[in-house]
């Protein structure tokens, strides 16, 4: 466990996810209609148009169009998927079927985790996104001072009888949701246990997998995991469609200057333009570590 000068406010929590996508209109379309992700603002510069989507005023995902780049690799580091998080069961529900019924969805599968239940997609351009809803954390057990999880069959057929509305309505774009955790692709588990726990102040939440890690902060069960189930190895990324940047919010500029004190203290390069703090993990992905109020605007101002 960290010391609190060595970990992230216990209040932190993730921000919108970027993707580079090789076509913007076909992309933001499927996260509308099989996520129902509201369009926020778009903007274009440098001959790049970008787009934030999210629910109510809340941006949950930037995509960046940028046709010129190769599609990624499965073995490469990077995304394993963007978790969306919703606050009740039946929002959860309306969502998956939702999601299910779109002609370009591709299911990937369900799970109880113990401390959740998740169900998993994978987008036309072939990124992973999970949808989940969380137990109370009183439910929540631990062992060896970590908070135990497993992944146990999920009936979706059952799951949707049993919490959708009476009138199987769709969810309202307006209904609460966020982006709960970000699960990676690394190529060393160490690796990123030094980067993410060490450096960026994550506390460990489960790592009785070896080939996995699940980090958090304030007792979460992740806000950020890391496996090497399909990218054991994998060196710096390449430029190429797939995850182009994480972002983590943190209470005030005092929890930035504790970031960057780790990071100067490891010899950890970044960036600081007062709200937020950039830095890459060793495969190249960009994390942005900035404090609350990042509007749709400002989301798509920032590199």
């Known amino acids: 466990m960290n010391t609190p000068e060595q970990t992230l ?165 307006t209904s609460a949701g966020s982006v709960g955790h970000v699960h990676l692709q690394v190529g060393d588990i160490p690796k990123a246990r030094d980067f993410y726990v060490n450096a960026l102040g994550f506390d460990i939440a489960n790592s009785q997998i070896p080939t996995a890690l699940f980090a958090s902060a304030g007792g979460y069960h992740h806000h950020v995991a890391m496996n090497t189930w399909n990218s054991r190895g994998a060196g710096p990324r390449a430029a190429s469609l797939g995850l182009g940047s994480v972002s983590i919010e943190v209470p005030g500029r005092e929890d930035l200057d504790a970031l960057a004190a780790r990071l100067r203290s490891r010899s950890v390069g970044f960036e600081d333009d007062g709200a937020s703090v950039a830095v890459a993990d060793p495969w190249g992905t960009r994390v942005r570590v900035s404090v609350p109020g990042a509007d749709a605007g400002t989301l798509l101002a920032r590199a």
């Not at 992973?128 to 969380?134: N, Q, R």
Request: net charge negative; glycine share 10%; no cysteine.
């Open 9 to 173: 406010h216990p209040d932190a929590r993730m921000g919108a996810v970027t993707l580079n996508v090789g076509d913007l209109p076909a992309m933001a379309s499927y996260y509308e209609r099989a996520f129902l992700l509201e369009p926020l603002e778009e903007r274009e510069s440098g001959g790049v148009r970008s787009r934030v989507l999210g629910r109510g005023a809340t941006p949950m995902i930037r995509l960046d169009e940028t046709p010129g780049l190769p599609a990624w690799s499965p073995r490469s580091a990077g995304l394993f998927h963007t978790a969306f998080l919703f606050e009740s069961q039946a929002d959860l529900a309306a969502t998956v079927l939702r999601a299910s019924g779109h002609p370009q969805t591709r299911f990937a599968g369900a799970a109880d985790h113990l401390v959740s239940e998740a169900f998993y997609f994978t987008d036309p351009e072939g990124n992973g996104v999970e949808l989940y809803w969380d137990r109370p954390r009183a439910q929540w057990t631990r062992e060896g001072g970590e908070i135990r999880m497993a992944t146990l069959a999920l009936d979706p057929s059952a799951y949707l009888r049993r919490h959708l509305a009476d009138d199987g309505a769709a969810a309202r774009p």
